[in-house]
């Protein structure tokens, strides 16, 4: 298990510019180059001091700044005890799963010791993303913000902010994070749950001994910000909101949308939103805070919330009155926003949405029940506790997917992975039957043509009582949600009324609980590109897959060839 003491990685960046506004932040460096440090520091939270990893002896670590096409060059140099990968979420790394950087999927764990290039091309990509490590549960502490903006000689599709912030929710444990995974893979249960959430590393002061360190946001009156906003927590669907002010979304996972304007926002693990925020209220301060979305109150979550202040021109009023946050399991106010997003679709940004679909999945995401192999197992009825998709519960295998792809290396994965789940049953009863509760155990991929049009539906289920939603996550590619709905899904009835005419695309879409969630995209990226629910404890459990996409016919279709320095296993 991770357990970090210190860990280097020197980051260069070739951009096209510097410009203006990098210039002024201290991330960017006077050449364009970044040196990151990650190791363990002291953080004071919650009135207790313990170790975490930090990056830069920041938390959370500092923001990587882009144009739109630029690449980035990544030279990671492990000094730590126990092994690191680094993941660039939502980067589609055209024809490079190399650097893509989920454990035993594209790449071997990097060493102690041992150093890894990595190199992040960044394609169709502009807005805001974010970088974390993608190994055990150290993407807690080790997670930054990155910033694409327009090429030279674009522009934003709405008025030019005044300054741009990111907001990176957050969540505490006082307990070390690697003693909560550690704790409850062996215990078979559900992890311990948090002590806190958090805004840009900091509680709020609702929390104890918090109060001095509430992160602070100044703005001038009459100006307009765009906030970068980041779901970096690791169990929790957040809702997030500012007292006396509306929120309009501009952005969603690097990709630009109509604007849609709301009291309250709603963010899942992985996802991103570009929010504009206009300081036109009475010059003063004003609570900004988050607090979870869990829509089934069964299931124990972290219910506290967390704050920061809105300040204008360094006014000193304390705030008094938090902003309007629905009730944690408003499914109808959660997906009021998450269902209205909408993409540009105009002549500057328009959408490619696959129309003629050569390739229909299925896939249903479930918690399971296992035997328990020993008398102390915590889930229902002294069972063990897993995750799956299409009733598979991911084995990671001990050589990355990748290089056994790459070299032909037997033995390390089984293809077959089906296009349909193999149980067909009333996916949202209330009663399901116990022997559907047991999930397989195995390495399955998923194989995908080259250029194939492939239209996904994922469908929740309510085996083991457990229904709750899913944040699932594509490396590699984005797509275009073209349908939510509640219940199972009707292949006859419910593709009428899928939206193909501006459907949002993200690289993270809300499964609903006991609902389901159809997306697009075309298959035109060769790699090896991992599928999870974003939701920590159920990667951990299994809720996960693969797919392959296969070269195409010419050059400019094939992945790139292996970098020399790949970390071995």
């Known amino acids: 298990m991770l357990n970090i003491n210190k860990l280097t990685i020197f ?22 180059h970044y040196d990151f440090e990650v190791r363990e520091a002291n953080y004071t939270r919650l009135c207790e001091t313990k170790p975490i990893l930090t990056v830069n002896g920041q938390f959370p670590g500092p923001t990587v700044y882009a144009r739109k096409g630029d690449t980035v060059i990544i030279n990671v140099h492990n000094h730590a005890k126990h092994n690191i990968t680094i993941h660039w979420h939502g980067v589609k790394q055209p024809r490079n ?27 169709e990509e502009e807005g805001t993303l974010w970088w974390h490590a993608h190994n055990d549960w150290a993407r807690a502490t080790v997670h930054g913000s990155i910033q694409i ?9 709405f008025p030019t902010p005044y300054k741009d912030v990111p907001i990176i929710l957050g969540q505490w444990w006082k307990q070390n994070v690697t003693k909560v995974l550690e704790e409850f893979i062996v215990s078979g249960g559900a992890p311990n749950i948090s002590d806190s959430f958090l805004i840009n590393g900091q509680p709020g002061d609702l929390y104890p001994c ?28 957040m809702f997030f909101a500012i007292a006396g002010h509306n929120l309009t979304a501009v952005g969603a996972d690097a990709s630009y949308t109509k604007p849609l304007t709301r009291e309250y926002m709603v963010i899942a693990p992985g996802q991103t939103l570009d929010v504009l925020l206009h300081a036109d209220q009475k010059p003063d301060q004003y609570y900004m805070a988050a607090r979870a979305y869990s829509s089934n109150p069964v299931i124990p979550f972290d219910n506290t919330t967390t704050t920061a202040i809105l300040q204008y021109n ?3 009023n304390q705030p008094v ?86 070299y032909r290396i037997n ?13 067909m049953f009333n996916y949202t009863s209330d ?46 590619y984005s797509f275009y949600i073209v349908g939510y709905g509640f219940g199972n899904f009707d292949k006859n009835r419910d593709p009428l009324y899928y939206n193909l005419v501006d459907p949002p695309m993200r690289n993270t879409v809300v499964v609903p609980r006991n609902g389901w969630a159809a997306v697009r995209f075309k298959a035109k990226n060769p790699g090896v590109w991992f599928l999870h629910c974003h939701l920590e404890r159920h990667l951990s459990w299994g809720m996960n897959m693969v797919f392959i996409v296969k070269n195409g016919n010419s050059p400019e279709s094939r992945i790139l060839p292996r970098p020399p320095d790949m970390p071995p296993c």
Request: proline share 8%.
């Open 11 to 32: 980051i260069s960046v070739f951009a096209l510019s510097i410009f203006s506004s990098l210039i002024q932040s201290q991330a960017w460096g006077e050449h364009g």
């Open 97 to 123: 799963p190399w650097s893509d950087g989920p454990v035993y999927i594209t790449q071997c764990p990097i060493q102690p010791g041992a150093s890894f290039t990595q190199r992040i091309i960044l394609s």
């Open 149 to 157: 903006y327009p090429k030279l000689g674009s522009n934003y599709p």
């Open 210 to 237: 918090s109060k001095q360190g509430t992160y602070k946001l100044n703005v001038e009156y009459g100006k307009t910000y765009l906030l970068r906003i980041i779901n970096a927590v690791m169990n929790e669907i």
């Open 314 to 316: 360094d006014n000193q």
């Open 321 to 406: 009155n938090l902003p309007y946050l629905p009730y944690y399991n408003d499914t109808n106010a959660a997906f009021s926003v998450l269902g209205a997003l909408r993409s540009l679709a105009s002549e500057e940004h328009p959408i490619y949405l696959p129309n003629q679909i050569s390739t229909k999945l299925f896939f249903t995401v479930s918690i399971n029940a296992q035997p328990c192999p020993n008398t102390r197992c915590q889930g229902p009825n002294g069972t063990h506790l897993a995750a799956s998709v299409n009733n598979i519960s991911f084995t990671n295998p001990s050589i990355d997917i990748l290089e056994a792809y790459y």
């Open 411 to 423: 033995g390390v994965y089984r293809t077959g992975f089906p296009d349909i789940s193999p149980l």
């Open 431 to 476: 009663y399901v039957p116990l022997n559907f509760n047991v999930a397989k155990r195995g390495t399955k991929v998923n194989v995908l043509r080259y250029n194939s049009t492939v239209e996904l539906v994922f469908q929740g289920t309510n085996q083991v009582g457990s229904a709750i939603d899913h944040p699932m996550h594509l490396h590699g």
